[in-house]
């Protein structure tokens, strides 16, 4: 993953839990795919809800702060690459899922309340306007309106994104360390 | 002289194994607890590159979130749960973990509530599970946090999690606990004050004189539910109340090992000039019971108190969330919130399950009966908690009072077993969330303590536990 380019669904509500993203009923399922009929269960019931809405479409969820607060369930992310998002932009998540997204290659893009509020305001006037996100340059932008801003990422994820490292994989060439680790502790023990 | 630290960076420091610029800490795992719903996934990265699991001694395994509480002698009725409740059999035999707590074995319980029972989680350790509530161990004085599944594959293989090292903050609690106040309605005092995202990107230790009065059951209340507020866990420096809970416990230190535990465990105090990245004191003094109006658990108020109107809040947001939540919970703005109708009470869940739960609810039920209008389930958080109970005669109580005795389990807290509450109608839950939709589709979760759902099931409303006290 180096680059985004789409048009987004705005989601301008806070607090967005876990179990909005996708209810615990769902969860019982041993596999990560097909998730995606799932995302919003609830809200998606109805018919004004952004995602039934054929005006917005787009590979880019835009969200306001605090997303995916609740449980752990990796499933919310799941949910959402499986729905097809490739990227969820809002102004703060919950560290959980902020890590979660990561884990999984849905790219969580932080940026600022002001920026953020721009970014509905875009949308609103024009549901096809394209937002760009950069990975390489940490840059998120609106071509068509002229924003842009930057946006931080733990560069040791920002690697593993764009070379598709594995976190188990690099855990695992650490295996001799660990091991060390392990024995110097039962020395200290006794 | 070396530098002070809190307990946080005690444990974090030594359990670090690797540390690189611009990289997360590898830090080691000293006990992983895996449940049926965020290990399968995890399992199958194992299969796919041919790895086994690392440390199937540190791996303890239970199945609890969607297992029946009603009829266990058959086998399980829903076929989703029995193939996730198979998976994690399977997995557990092919993988070699033999700590593994099946429906029946008496250790069998919820995850959060057995890891402490057993002696399992103990002060000093690093603890970890595929569940956001994990913060519970952080009771003990263990660095306990939730992860996913991505991250629940890294510690299977290789025992570690990447992780950075969370900003800490110190939450004192100070003052005088009054009547009918309980750890959850301090939680949600907190919480309340905090908002949900309060604590966002800091581990929490909790101090103050009122922790240290709390029970060691009570202290898990708490650290429960620090992710509610944002955080990534809580944690509360291990005392002698910490020493005797665990001392016997199976899986605790035993003989001359104990004497050397509890002199390691008394060092992880943090020092008095220990530094935080934030410090929050509360004063809890003249608080009352807590009850929640809305749908997060920040949305609370005291139980004699008022739905506040969104004209009291700040335009925006907080007011949009307002509408929306009294809309979802068909509560007006400005309503009291006693008296309000329910029709179920649920008393467990990893907040609230525990011998100490169940015997400040049976306290008020005893002698009485409960509204012929509301449904009462109490689910015991393991077995160990329902075989005390009934040792003491707690479900004796609870039965002839008309509630339903159940089995232990994560039941109605989140509703992925058959116990769901219906469309529409309202739930006095002991649990940790009541994020819409959370105990059935449609249902309208009201959160408080089990005194204040023991009051509420005799008069099938909101009851303020003081009156029966």
């Known amino acids: ?190 | 002289m070396p530098r002070p630290k809190n307990i946080l960076e005690k444990i974090w420091d030594s359990h670090r194994v690797f540390q690189k610029e611009g990289y997360p800490d590898v830090l080691y795992i000293d006990a992983h607890f895996i449940h049926e719903v965020t290990s399968p996934q995890a399992f199958d990265v194992l299969r796919k590159k041919h790895l086994k699991v690392l440390r199937p001694e540190k791996t303890f395994a239970v199945a609890d979130h969607t297992v029946p509480t009603i009829d266990r002698k058959g086998p399980i009725k829903s076929a989703k749960s029995a193939r996730l409740i198979n998976a994690l059999i399977k997995n557990c035999r092919d993988f070699g973990v033999k700590n593994f707590f099946p429906l029946g074995h008496p250790y069998n319980g919820i995850v959060h509530v057995i890891g402490p029972e057993l002696g399992i989680s103990q002060p000093g350790m690093t603890i970890v599970c595929g569940d956001s509530h994990t913060s519970t161990h952080g009771a003990l004085g263990s660095l306990a946090f939730g992860i996913g599944t991505s991250e629940v594959a890294q510690v299977l293989s290789s025992q570690c999690v990447l992780q950075y090292r969370p900003k800490t903050m110190k939450l004192k609690i100070e003052g005088k606990i009054g009547r009918g106040v309980t750890a959850k309605d301090i939680v949600l005092y907190i919480i309340s004050k905090m908002s949900t995202s309060g604590a966002r990107g800091y581990f929490i230790e909790y101090a103050g004189t009122v922790i240290r009065s709390l029970s060691v059951e009570a202290r898990m209340t708490i650290a429960n539910m620090s992710i509610e507020a944002g955080a990534r866990g809580g944690i509360i420096s291990p005392d002698k109340k910490t020493f005797a809970f665990l001392k016997g416990k199976p899986f605790a230190p035993r003989g001359r090992d104990w004497g050397r535990a509890v002199n390691f465990w008394k060092a992880l105090e943090s020092d008095p000039e220990a530094r935080y990245d934030k410090e929050i004191n509360f004063d809890i003094s003249g608080i009352e019971p807590m009850i929640t109006y809305g749908t997060s658990p920040a949305m609370a108020v005291g139980i004699s108190g008022r739905i506040p109107r969104a004209k009291d809040l700040e335009a925006g947001e907080e007011r949009k969330a307002l509408k929306r939540a009294l809309k979802y919970m068909g509560f007006k703005e400005g309503e009291k919130m006693i008296g309000k109708k329910i029709d179920y009470i649920f008393i467990g869940s990893c907040t609230n399950s525990r011998l100490e739960d169940l015997l400040s609810a049976s306290g008020i039920i005893k002698g009485r009966r409960v509204s012929p209008n509301v449904n009462v389930l109490v689910v015991p958080g393991s077995n160990k908690v329902k075989k005390e109970a009934e040792k003491l005669g707690v479900d004796r109580i609870f039965i002839k009072a008309g509630c339903q005795w159940r089995h232990p389990g994560c039941s109605a807290c989140l509703a992925m077993n058959e116990d769901k509450i219906p469309t529409g109608k309202y739930c006095l839950s002991t649990s940790n969330r009541n994020f819409e939709g959370r105990q059935g589709p449609g249902a309208r979760t009201i959160l408080a303590s089990p005194l204040t759902a023991a009051a509420s099931a005799i008069k099938g409303e909101i009851t303020d536990p003081r009156e029966y006290l």
């Open chain 1, 1 to 190: 993953m180096k680059q985004i380019e789409s048009t987004a669904v705005p989601l301008p509500i806070e607090n967005i839990d876990t179990d909005q993203i996708i209810p615990a009923r769902f969860l019982k399922t041993v596999k990560k795919e097909g998730l995606g009929d799932k995302l919003f269960y609830i809200w998606r019931k109805k018919p004004s809800f952004v995602l039934n809405n054929k005006n917005y479409s787009g590979e880019i969820l835009v969200t306001g702060g605090n997303f995916g607060c609740g449980s752990s369930r990796e499933h919310a992310v799941w949910a959402l690459l499986d729905y097809g998002f490739r990227a969820v932009v809002s102004s703060s998540f919950a560290d959980i899922f902020y890590n979660n997204s990561l884990n999984n290659g849905l790219l969580p893009v932080r940026v600022s309340e002001k920026f953020l509020k721009m970014i509905f305001l875009a949308l609103k006037e024009n549901p096809k306007v394209k937002i760009t996100i950069d990975l390489n340059s940490q840059i998120v932008l609106v071509p068509g309106k002229k924003m842009k801003e930057r946006f931080e990422i733990d560069p040791y994820k920002k690697l593993c994104l764009i070379k598709g490292y594995d976190d188990v994989d690099y855990l695992l060439s650490l295996k001799d360390k660990i091991i060390r680790f392990e024995k110097k502790r039962k020395r200290r023990k006794g």
